[in-house]
């Protein structure tokens, strides 16, 4: 498996040298025939992805899991659209990030340069295959594409059209390359092939990138988990507050910017927390409580500390009551996995303690966690949300998949 992945690298590596150098309208045109041959292949993507579900489902695999599996044709044109958007968005290849004239005359600029070859290892979500792939390449980075055995059979039919429609515009296929999912050991020789491989990127559950952190000899940029917070404050407008906690945890719960814990004010608690449990029960959530929530509603189940530090996926949700904002802070401190919170509150000043105290790579104010996404920022489809502070941090576009060089242009100049 070493030699068959190391095979691999090497290909993207020349692969990537043609791609470093192309310009933005082959590039473009690269996307936007990727874009139109995975709408042309709806059948065939759905087809092999139906064979995915049916295997996952017969393993006893969880619903909330399988529906980040699950593909059909509108979320097929929906990746598909995420790459036509990239595809329209700049080039950050060749931006000029800062420049000056120094002293002594000579003008120095850094400039965005691709990063080379990016590993992806990733889980489920056989979308992320299209976006991670669009998202390289319009960097101008080669893409190696390690995906779950779960999806092996939908990520092979994405890679073969993505592949088949980069080379009809003129560019190499091994731009776009998965790397095989049958052996785990593929993993573990993707995230050391350090001289080959210039980035990993992980992107699933703790166990996952824990591993992929711990292992690697290849650089990391870490996504984290989501075990994400929305604090009602005292003075939060309610039915607003109850719009969001709504959205946040309902409109798709087995995504990582789904909220996984409710905190509200005391002050508000007797007139709010009688509502949400309704809403949310009718929603068809179960609710971890602390004694408040469970007093309010027999159905109600105690939370534990495990429930604190829980990222559900699913449709269960923590809730507490805080005495203050500044234990509300003190909560999302100790139990959040730093990708988004959300305070609710007409007070600029709670707003701001909140966003400064939290230290979490997206805060909302007065809407629902679900818009920490790389599409809803307008970055186009993203390649992950980092919950780290080098680099990256939050939603992944175009630019974070790029490194700088310095240019430095003289007149003779010697020193």
Request: proline share 3%.
């Given at each position: 498996?070493?030699?068959?992945?190391?095979?691999?690298?090497?290909?993207?590596?020349?692969?990537?040298?043609?791609?470093?150098?192309?310009?933005?309208?082959?590039?473009?045109?690269?996307?936007?025939?990727?874009?139109?041959?995975?709408?042309?292949?709806?059948?065939?993507?759905?087809?092999?992805?139906?064979?995915?579900?049916?295997?996952?489902?017969?393993?006893?695999?969880?619903?909330?899991?399988?529906?980040?599996?699950?593909?059909?044709?509108?979320?097929?044109?929906?990746?598909?659209?995420?790459?036509?958007?990239?595809?329209?968005?700049?080039?950050?290849?060749?931006?000029?990030?800062?420049?000056?004239?120094?002293?002594?005359?000579?003008?120095?600029?850094?400039?965005?340069?691709?990063?080379?070859?990016?590993?992806?290892?990733?889980?489920?979500?056989?979308?992320?295959?299209?976006?991670?792939?669009?998202?390289?390449?319009?960097?101008?980075?080669?893409?190696?594409?390690?995906?779950?055995?779960?999806?092996?059979?939908?990520?092979?039919?994405?890679?073969?059209?993505?592949?088949?429609?980069?080379?009809?515009?003129?560019?190499?296929?091994?731009?776009?390359?998965?790397?095989?999912?049958?052996?785990?050991?593929?993993?573990?020789?993707?995230?050391?092939?350090?001289?080959?491989?210039?980035?990993?990127?992980?992107?699933?559950?703790?166990?996952?990138?824990?591993?992929?952190?711990?292992?690697?000899?290849?650089?990391?940029?870490?996504?984290?988990?989501?075990?994400?917070?929305?604090?009602?404050?005292?003075?939060?407008?309610?039915?607003?507050?109850?719009?969001?906690?709504?959205?946040?945890?309902?409109?798709?719960?087995?995504?990582?910017?789904?909220?996984?814990?409710?905190?509200?004010?005391?002050?508000?608690?007797?007139?709010?927390?009688?509502?949400?449990?309704?809403?949310?029960?009718?929603?068809?959530?179960?609710?971890?409580?602390?004694?408040?929530?469970?007093?309010?509603?027999?159905?109600?189940?105690?939370?534990?500390?495990?429930?604190?530090?829980?990222?559900?996926?699913?449709?269960?949700?923590?809730?507490?009551?805080?005495?203050?904002?500044?234990?509300?802070?003190?909560?999302?401190?100790?139990?959040?996995?730093?990708?988004?919170?959300?305070?609710?509150?007409?007070?600029?000043?709670?707003?701001?303690?909140?966003?400064?105290?939290?230290?979490?790579?997206?805060?909302?104010?007065?809407?629902?966690?679900?818009?920490?996404?790389?599409g809803e920022f307008g970055f186009g489809a993203e390649i992950g949300i980092s919950t780290q502070k080098l680099h990256a941090r939050g939603p992944m576009g175009l630019q974070e998949m790029t490194t700088t060089t310095y240019v430095v242009t003289g007149t003779g100049h010697v020193r």
């Amino acid at each position: 498996m070493k030699e068959q992945v190391h095979a691999a690298a090497r290909r993207a590596r020349e692969a990537a040298r043609v791609l470093a150098t192309a310009s933005r309208t082959q590039k473009d045109a690269a996307l936007v025939a990727m874009a139109d041959a995975l709408v042309a292949a709806t059948d065939r993507i759905v087809g092999e992805n139906e064979l995915d579900v049916a295997a996952a489902r017969a393993e006893g695999t969880p619903e909330n899991v399988i529906d980040r599996l699950l593909l059909d044709p509108a979320r097929v044109a929906a990746f598909a659209q995420g790459v036509r958007d990239i595809a329209a968005l700049p080039d950050p290849v060749g931006e000029v990030v800062r420049g000056s004239t120094l002293p002594n005359g000579l003008q120095l600029q850094q400039i965005r340069v691709p990063m080379g070859v990016i590993g992806m290892i990733y889980e489920g979500r056989p979308n992320v295959t299209a976006d991670a792939a669009a998202i390289c390449l319009k960097a101008g980075s080669a893409s190696l594409l390690r995906g779950s055995r779960s999806a092996a059979r939908s990520n092979a039919a994405i890679v073969d059209v993505m592949r088949d429609a980069v080379v009809s515009e003129g560019l190499p296929a091994d731009v776009v390359q998965a790397v095989p999912a049958d052996d785990r050991s593929s993993a573990t020789e993707l995230m050391q092939a350090r001289g080959l491989v210039d980035l990993v990127i992980p992107r699933g559950g703790a166990g996952l990138i824990r591993t992929v952190v711990e292992q690697s000899t290849v650089p990391v940029i870490e996504t984290g988990t989501g075990n994400v917070h929305v604090y009602v404050d005292a003075d939060a407008d309610l039915d607003m507050a109850l719009d969001i906690v709504l959205n946040a945890k309902t409109q798709r719960n087995s995504v990582c910017n789904a909220a996984e814990s409710l905190l509200v004010h005391q002050k508000v608690a007797g007139a709010f927390v009688p509502r949400v449990v309704q809403a949310l029960q009718d929603a068809g959530v179960t609710i971890h409580g602390d004694a408040t929530f469970s007093a309010s509603d027999p159905a109600v189940e105690s939370a534990t500390e495990h429930d604190w530090e829980t990222e559900y996926l699913s449709a269960d949700i923590a809730a507490k009551v805080v005495d203050s904002l500044d234990d509300a802070v003190d909560h999302v401190r100790r139990y959040s996995s730093g990708h988004t919170e959300a305070i609710v509150t007409s007070s600029l000043e709670a707003a701001r303690r909140f966003t400064l105290g939290v230290d979490s790579a997206a805060v909302m104010v007065n809407a629902s966690t679900r818009f920490t996404d790389g599409g809803e920022f307008g970055f186009g489809a993203e390649i992950g949300i980092s919950t780290q502070k080098l680099h990256a941090r939050g939603p992944m576009g175009l630019q974070e998949m790029t490194t700088t060089t310095y240019v430095v242009t003289g007149t003779g100049h010697v020193r």
